[in-house]
Nanobody
């Protein structure tokens, strides 16, 4: 059974940094995409960044140059380093995973989700 557990959220002032972690377990896919999504109150969940099993990455335009996604394959931990945070980055951040071969910049069809970790950025 696939399990995704996020951590690392918190409150920070604008311009600050946070590093999110997602411990992934129970998946046996050879090919997969794993990524970060976020949902702010009253808004739909959106893709933030993703990485596939070949190491290709994709970012939403709103976070390019500020966020970096990485995957520790030995420990099966996904990271999201978030720098230069803005109040509009405030949201619940979720880790998602899908098995199979996909275009990494396609943020749809994820079918495994964690419980989320809250990120709040104050101005």
């Amino acid at each position: 059974q696939v399990q995704l557990v996020e951590s690392g959220g918190g409150s920070v002032q604008a311009g600050g940094s946070l590093r999110l972690s997602c411990a992934a377990s129970g998946y046996t896919y050879r090919n997969y995409c794993i990524g970060w999504f976020r949902q702010a109150p009253g808004r739909e969940r959106e893709g933030v960044a993703a990485i596939d099993s070949d190491g290709r990455t994709s970012y939403a335009d709103s976070v390019k140059g500020r966020f970096t996604i990485s995957l520790d394959n030995a420990e099966n931990i996904l990271f999201l380093q978030m720098n230069s945070l803005k109040p509009e980055d405030t949201a619940m951040y979720y880790c998602g995973l899908r098995g199979g071969i996909w275009y990494v910049d396609d943020f749809s069809q994820y079918n495994y989700w964690g419980q989320g970790t809250q990120v709040t950025v104050s101005s």
